[in-house]
């Protein structure tokens, strides 16, 4: 079975630092993995996803992911946090050999402090 | 954001009524999904249709009953609900289902059970 851990429920970053929004996964097989955004009282959107190749992954509004298959990790980052970055994030996995669900983690709280 | 479009934004009902909530996708796309948002908790996927067949039903209780008329449209009839239904419900879409393809969501119905 797949499954995802975000180990934080809420991460603090103050506007111009770098952020780290932390993810691991548990496949069978080889993984896809994504990251959405989520503002308040609107749907997920799509940041970026890794399916294979260079492990960095650049995505939407400056931000980047690391797939670390040892590790089983894909963390996201971003060199310079934003006030406006201030949102729920959710990492997401689907397991190649298995379902073609993705299965979501239970979001990181992201509070960036002017 | 207007890829995918959810009517009603919000929706407070009884425990007796009968209740529609409407999906729409401007995106081309073949595979719909809905999904339920709790607080603190992982998005549970509830229906998945694909090319206008349903191929996911993860044990949702019969007092919710999806429609897929066409690869454009969703809807999620509910009928005699509970109080422990409430709580956000998004609509996705993807190009096809599972593989790459990433899920772009609505804004969601924030449903209430009274």
Known sequence: AQSVAQPEDQVNV????????????????????????????????FLLKYITGDNLV???????????????????????ALVSDSALYFCAVRDLAGSYQLTFGKGTKLSVIP | ETGVTQ?????VMGMT????????????HNAMYWYKQSAKKPLELMFVYN???????????????????????????????????????????SQKEGDSYEQYFGPGTRLTVT
């Open chain 2, 17 to 28: 009524n009968k209740k529609s909530l409407k999906c729409e996708q401007h995106l081309g």
């Open chain 1, 14 to 45: 103050a506007e111009g630092n770098p952020l780290t929004v932390k993810c691991t996964y548990s496949v069978s097989g080889n993984p896809y993995l994504f990251w959405y955004v989520q503002y308040p009282n609107r749907g997920l959107q």
């Open chain 2, 7 to 11: 009517t009603p934004r919000h929706l």
């Open chain 2, 51 to 93: 090319f206008k067949e349903q191929t996911e039903n993860n044990s949702v209780p019969s007092r919710f009953s999806p429609e897929c008329p066409n690869s454009s449209h969703l809807f999620l009839h509910l009928h005699t609900l509970q109080p422990e239904d409430s709580a956000l419900y998004l609509c996705a879409s």
């Open chain 1, 58 to 80: 650049k995505g939407s509004y400056g931000f980047e992911a690391e797939f670390n298959k040892s590790q089983t990790s894909f963390h996201l980052k971003k060199p310079s």
